[in-house]
């Protein structure tokens, strides 16, 4: 039987370390240790990860991987996101199976997030 591979820690980009660092403890309450100025490693996030700084990120539509994240009450989180700086890209739309919004946060990472109604 083969050994079946799964995710186990995602790293991203970030044009502004601190300011993906701020957007993402104050919406989402992740947790973060830093490993010199330009990397910090994220925890209560679902999956482990980190943030780099970098001069230059990429969106999905050229190509990038799309990190979504799930909310039960995506209208509260959007909320969240908002108001911690981060802007809405694509308005909140349906797909199969439920509904979601895409968002730049302040470091230039695009991310969704998607639940299966708008509550």
Known sequence: MQESIKLNYVEFASLDLGLSKAFFESAFGWRFTDYGSEYSAFSHAGVDGGI???????????????????????SEVQHRVENAGGTITKPLFDFPGGCRFHFVEPGGNELAVWSESVK
Not at 52 to 74: C, D, H, Q, T
């Open 52 to 74: 780099f700084k970098s001069e230059r990120v990429l969106k999905a539509e050229s190509g990038a991987p799309l990190l979504v994240l799930y909310a039960s009450n995506i």
